[in-house]
């Protein structure tokens, strides 16, 4: 399967009280042509921040230090602003977080998709806006002829999610990153964003699904990365990460979701070392069941297993 983007190496620092802080550390990530790989982690994890340093829309007091990210044979952390833009929205679309407050209160769906379609796309503004109300058919949206005429208050959060991915899909991107695009939605809405993301996989997309919660991207994600501190302890894909999950992170996440009812629900001791706490070895030994003494010194890289699964764990160590 033809890989699509690749991150090799990359760190990412963060400026506080004049110190620099590692957030990202020497991740590596592989998106396949019409997959969705989703990326999970607990807040605080650099999920977010992983991807966003695809498009580089990073907080000013972020650097990126070292690695790549290659696309289309360019590595984007060397391009100009002048040669992003032309990739962010077009290339590569993102979904952002919060649909209640991603779209402009003081303009009408119609102003916002079509300003977004006509920067990106060489059409008239009727062919823009007939592009608009075919992409909200094609997300569910009931009447798109006069729903593309209201203002951002006037629609549900599900909607307003709705037209921001039916915005990104007008530009027919290559990749689409969806960072929580079921944050702050109820579970069935929840549902019909995630199913209409598995559609726009199936018709050729590929998607990376940024999610806390390892039971909603169950029945959607082809590929699955579990980050902690910055790193990724766990890269399989998804079948095998659920049927036998290996490092002691992603077991500890299963057991968490409340899947078998007779079985009793297990909470992490413990809750993940603020960015400013520098933790030696593994950073995840200091909630570990399982940790050794080598786990407070070592760090373990990412290994390969036979079942095609990439764990960072001495229990796993290549």
């Known amino acids: 399967m033809e890989t699509l983007l690749k991150i090799n190496n990359l760190n990412l620092e963060f400026e506080i009280n004049d110190k620099f802080y590692r957030a990202i550390k020497d991740l590596s990530f592989e998106l396949k042509k019409g997959t969705i790989h989703a990326v999970i982690g607990e807040s605080g994890s650099g999920k977010t921040m992983s991807v966003m340093s695809i498009i580089k829309l990073l907080p000013k007091n972020a650097k990126i230090t070292s690695g790549e990210i290659l696309f289309e044979g360019k590595n984007l952390l060397e391009l100009k602003e002048k040669e992003m833009n032309k990739i962010r929205g077009r290339k590569i679309a993102l979904i952002p977080q919060d649909p209640m407050t991603s779209l402009d209160p003081l303009y009408n769906i119609e102003s916002q998709m079509i300003e977004a379609i006509i920067t990106h796309k060489k059409c008239t503004k009727k062919e823009a806006l007939d592009i608009a109300v075919k992409h909200l058919k094609a997300v569910n949206v009931y009447e798109p002829e006069k729903k593309i005429k209201t203002y951002p208050f006037e629609l549900s959060g599900g909607l307003k999610q709705r037209v921001i991915i039916a915005t990104a899909l007008a530009l027919d991107p290559d990749i689409i990153i969806a960072d929580e695009p079921t944050t702050a939605l109820d579970v069935t809405v929840q549902a019909q964003i995630l199913e209409i993301l598995k559609k726009i996989k199936e018709e050729g997309k590929s998607i990376i699904l940024i999610s806390h919660d390892l039971g ?15 790193r990724i302890v766990e890269s399989a894909p998804a079948d095998i990460l659920f049927k036998n999950p290996k490092h002691p992170y992603t077991k500890a996440l299963i057991e968490a979701l409340p899947y078998n009812k007779n079985k009793r629900l297990k909470n992490i001791k413990g809750s993940p070392s603020p960015i400013t706490e520098i933790i030696s070895g593994c950073e995840f030994h200091t909630r570990c069941d399982f940790k050794e003494a080598i786990c407070e010194s070592k ?16 229990l796993y160590d290549c």
């Open 216 to 230: 909603v991207v169950n029945s959607y994600a082809d590929y699955i990365s579990i980050m902690y501190s910055g």
């Open 299 to 314: 760090i373990f890289k990412l290994c390969q297993q036979e079942d095609l699964s990439n764990v960072a764990c001495r």
